[in-house]
């Protein structure tokens, strides 16, 4: 299959657009996007969306396969037409692959955020009077853990699951070191992105809330208030955790 090079679409597209005559800007106009977008496109920093292929190539006056090839072409009255869809194809792969690159980055951004958070809050703790040993076993386990869960779906866990998911009724996923199973829930490539995203969302808020119903708990009532409430709040959390996994798996499963 033909692949796409991002960056030869990027120059072939400059060109044409400079023998036109017209700035970024312009372009821009005409497909109702940003000029940043436009320089991206140029740059070979992102793809175009599958549906301003078209209009784009009409505003250029070349047509969509000269387009994504990044060349002009002579006699495309002989171009086969297994090429074509290809160059198609490969340019969904692309937008889609650039997409996910930009949601990666964003949630990694969150998770590093969430971080300083959470450390923030447990060094507040220990100004508060709060020593090492007495959150050890809740606040510094909990966090820990929710971090390390969230640290990795973040990082490392596959956007996309195999193709045999979405053909087969699979409630287990195992990636690297984590696993989970959920009985009555089928994973698939159509719920499979949400749950991954609750899951993110959800270990992260336990990490920085956490601390604070802490912090809360330990100024009214003192550590002694904070040892009667802490099982119950982390099992409220964790429960909600598991209804919302639930709730958007079955939805689009």
């Keep these: 299959m033909y692949q796409i090079n991002a960056e030869k679409f990027g120059k072939f597209l400059r060109e044409i657009r400079t023998e036109k005559c017209m700035t970024q800007k ?19 920093a992102s793809m175009p969306n599958v549906a301003l292929l078209i209009p784009l190539a009409d505003t ?8 994504l090839k990044g060349e002009k072409i002579d006699n495309e009255k002989y171009l086969d037409t297994n090429e074509v869809e290809n160059l ?109 995203n609750t899951l993110k969302i959800s270990t992260m808020l336990i990490s920085v809330v956490y601390p604070l119903i802490c912090y809360g708990s330990f100024i009214l009532g003192g550590i002694a208030l904070w040892d ?3 099982n119950i709040v982390l099992i409220i959390m964790l429960g909600f955790t598991m209804v ?8 689009y499963e």
């Design 26 to 44: 312009e372009l821009a106009e005409k497909l109702f996007v940003s000029d940043k977008t436009v320089s991206k496109w140029e740059r070979g």
């Design 60 to 67: 250029l006056g070349i047509t969509v396969t000269e387009l």
């Design 88 to 196: 198609v194809v490969s340019s969904l792969d692309l937008s889609m692959n650039h997409t996910i690159h930009q949601h990666k980055k964003n949630w990694i951004l969150a998770y590093l955020l969430c971080v300083f958070i959470t450390v923030t809050e447990i060094v507040l703790l220990l100004v508060s009077g709060l020593s090492m040993l007495e959150m050890r076993e809740t606040i510094l386990l909990v966090c820990g853990s929710m971090l390390v869960v969230s640290g990795w779906f973040c990082f490392f866990a596959k956007d996309l699951l195999p193709t045999y998911y979405d053909s087969n009724k699979i409630n287990y996923i195992a990636q690297g070191i984590f696993r989970i199973h959920m009985v009555g829930l089928s994973f698939n490539n159509g719920n499979w992105s949400y749950i991954s």
């Design 228 to 230: 009667e409430i802490k």
């Design 244 to 251: 919302a996994i639930y709730i958007v798996g079955k939805k």
